[in-house]
């Protein structure tokens, strides 16, 4: 589903316009964004929680060369679906 699907499917679950429901989903997504840039979780009970993970510094290989690289440590966004999404997708 593309980002046009899901306003589109909102726009249609809610009863909202096509354009009230794209700055709805901008907007929700700016908010988790910013919340995750800030270190925070948002957890959407039943549905999932978005945290930040740390990734620690590590070595790795160039695929092409075989020479050992240094890879620097990163941080990544991460999601773990709620029980209630679970259930739903099985």
């Given amino acids: 589903m593309t980002k046009t699907e899901l306003v589109n499917a909102l726009a249609e679950k809610s009863g ?52 050992a690289i240094a890879i620097s440590a990163s941080k990544t966004a991460k999601f773990k679906p709620g029980q209630q999404l679970k259930v739903a997708v099985k």
Avoid: C, Y
């Fill in 16 to 67: 909202l316009n096509k354009n009230d429901a794209s700055k709805a989903l901008t907007a929700t997504l700016d908010i988790i964004t910013d919340a995750l840039k800030a270190g925070d979780k948002v957890s959407l009970i039943g549905f999932g929680t978005f945290s930040v993970s740390e990734r620690a510094a590590r070595t790795g290989k160039n695929p092409q060369t075989g020479e």
